[in-house]
């Protein structure tokens, strides 16, 4: 699978979404590749956690979010079902459920349920994209899950003694 191609079809203009998508992304898919690295004996598939998780974001240019240059008309909060139906019309159905469910706590029903799906949400956690330059540490994070509620923050944390 080529992700660039997917990002490319879907953001074919070099100007500051797409490359705030990228940036987003990358940041993103190497925080889990970290992870991966870190626990071999998760025995995760490495590969799929790359591509999925520069595609995680692959359906934001359809919300309508614009202090992120997005657009659209959708809600943001419906970035990752967007996302999802991209990726299965594509022919990528693994990839589609992370993007569903890569927000982990936002939609009831688009929870991460595979350790593949648990390391990007978890690594997306990290990072926002309207700062995209600030990389919040493990209380940071879950400090800004608690707008959420305790479920979510509980989960981050245990998320976070896995994997750390």
Do not use: N
Request: net charge negative; glycine share 8%.
């Amino acid at each position: 699978m080529d992700y660039q191609a997917i990002i490319d079809k879907y953001y074919p203009q070099d100007d500051i979404l797409r490359r705030l998508l990228i940036k987003h992304s990358r940041q993103v898919a190497d925080r889990a590749l970290l992870i991966c690295d870190k626990h071999k004996e998760l025995a995760v598939d490495r590969s799929f956690v790359e591509e999925a998780a520069m595609l995680h974001d692959i359906g934001i240019f359809r919300c309508d979010a614009p202090s992120i240059y997005c657009y659209g008309t959708e809600p943001y909060l419906k970035h990752g079902p967007i996302g999802g139906e991209i990726l299965r019309q594509g022919g990528f159905p693994r990839h589609a459920r992370v993007a569903e469910r890569h927000t982990g706590t936002g939609l009831p029903g688009y929870e991460p349920e595979t350790l593949e799906e648990q390391i990007i949400c978890y690594a997306d956690k990290f990072y926002s994209k309207s700062h995209p330059d600030r990389v919040l540490t493990v209380s940071e994070t879950a400090k800004s899950l608690e707008k959420f509620g305790s479920e979510g923050v509980k989960k981050f944390l245990s998320w976070a003694e896995r994997f750390e």
